[in-house]
């Protein structure tokens, strides 16, 4: 039975890349398995398990947090962080993309949405970029990386949700996060910086009025308080104990909904979008959770999880072996995989093996989160250049990927600077504790 437990796992990847929807394909396959091996009656625990996903408290930090960044999209707050950083750092070779990898930091830490972070900057930056003679390749793959950054910067859904799959406390992920998110920032800088002065017409400098640096200092301030105050609001609260990620989460939409009103952009056809919005993506989460809730459960109850078990303690080297066997397995499944659709299938599966193992599970969660990021680059499915190319249909796709390329190499380094060196994740969280 451990066998067809595998099989049902091979069945369920070939469905999936056959393009059958996730949630309900994920039901049927553990229904028909279910059905053939456990029977019917094993279905009894099925409820039980559903009833206490939807009274989870952490998971009610998704919707929050979604309708946050929602709102903070309808803000015009992106608009106005690039049109002042693009000022500040214009005058400097490959300011206008070190621009848009500061801008993207701040909307991850803000609205975490990545293909909302993506689309603003890819219709508003990217034209200016390429009017002053930026390179397509850099500054498309400048525009989709920066774009990621809500995926490990906090307050980030996938965190939530590895939070509560693999059982570990979303404030200390939250805090574990925070060092590999600003590594990935200033290596961003530092390639953009290197690349611009050893290839200066690929990102070159642009001429701005001088006349225009008397208002730039007030500009500055005036964009850049109201979403670092959002963001102390939300992460302060929970790095020093204040608040539990869920009541922050409530705090950031309701900071957003002032920020949005300030802007003058709270109207009710707005707020009706953003609440269809947030309703349509919460659904569509807690629909594959608890379609990944009913697989799990098959599989378990087939002996699975033993067989897996079984598997990775016979493999020489340990967990370091199943740690570079797991962590390439979600890097190749990302070509082909959504984030979420590996989150609920891939990582209930492997988790309870790298906890058997002794590996330490906040770090581990923090390893796949910053390995799911690649996802989001990686062709032919990587959805931030899917919306990139949505969002500007004159750049080629030749040059997406091109340009994406040494972002993924950067991705790949800090992951591995991340197992090396598991402190850069631990620090902080040990530090509030």
């Known amino acids: 039975m451990e066998v067809w437990a595998l099989v049902m796992f091979a069945v369920l990847f070939v469905l999936l890349l056959a393009g059958f929807p996730v949630a309900f394909t994920l039901g049927a396959v553990a229904l028909a398995f279910g059905s053939l091996f456990l029977g019917l009656g094993f279905f009894d625990l099925l409820p039980l398990r559903i009833w206490g996903i939807m009274t989870n408290f952490t998971l009610l930090a998704v919707p929050l947090f979604i309708f946050m960044g929602v709102i903070l999209e309808k803000s015009g707050l992106a608009e106005e962080l690039l049109e002042t950083m693009g000022r500040l750092f214009g005058r400097v ?28 900057m890819a219709v508003i930056a990217l034209p200016v970029m390429l009017k002053h003679g930026y390179a397509p390749t850099l500054a498309g793959g400048t525009i989709a990386a920066s774009g990621t950054l809500g995926q490990i910067i906090p307050p980030s859904i996938i965190l939530i949700l590895l939070g509560d799959v693999i ?32 290839h200066p017409e690929l990102a070159p400098a642009i001429n701005i009025n001088p006349n225009d640096d008397s208002e730039l200092g007030l500009k500055v301030l005036k964009s850049l308080i109201p979403p670092l105050f959002l963001v102390l609001a939300v992460l302060g609260s929970i790095f020093l104990g204040i608040a539990s990620p869920t009541e922050s989460a409530a705090v950031g939409a309701l900071g957003a909904m002032l ?45 699975g999880d033993n067989l897996i078990f079984e598997i990775f303690d016979d493999l020489p080297g340990g967990k370091w072996t199943f740690l570079i066997l797991s962590m390439l397995l979600i890097f190749l499944l990302g070509f082909f995989l959504d984030f979420i659709e590996i989150c609920f299938i891939v990582v209930p599966i492997i988790a309870p093996v790298a906890i058997h193992l002794g590996l330490d599970p906040l770090w ?49 380094v800090i992951l591995g600077l991340v197992i090396i060196f598991p402190s850069l994740t631990l620090w902080l969280p040990n530090l509030m504790e």
């Open 93 to 120: 070779r490959g300011g206008l993309a070190i621009s848009v990898v500061l801008v993207g930091a701040l909307l991850a830490a803000t609205t975490g949405v990545v293909g909302a972070s993506v689309v603003t």
């Open 167 to 198: 059982g570990v406390p979303v404030g200390q992920l939250f805090m574990g996060a925070a060092i590999p998110g600003m590594m990935l920032v200033l290596s961003y800088i530092l390639y953009i910086t290197f690349v611009s002065w050893r």
């Open 364 to 412: 581990f969660a923090l390893l796949i989160a910053l390995n799911l990021q690649t996802s989001f680059l990686t062709p032919p499915f990587g959805f931030s250049l899917f919306y990139l190319k949505a969002s500007a249909p004159d750049l080629k796709l030749q040059d997406i990927y091109k340009g994406i390329f040494p972002f993924i190499i950067i991705q790949v």
């Open 259 to 303: 920020l949005a009103t300030s802007h003058h952009k709270l109207n009710l056809s707005n707020l009706n979008e953003a609440m269809q919005q947030t309703t349509r993506l919460t659904s569509m989460v807690f629909l594959i959770l608890i379609g990944a809730t009913a697989f799990g459960l098959v599989f378990v109850g087939m002996g």
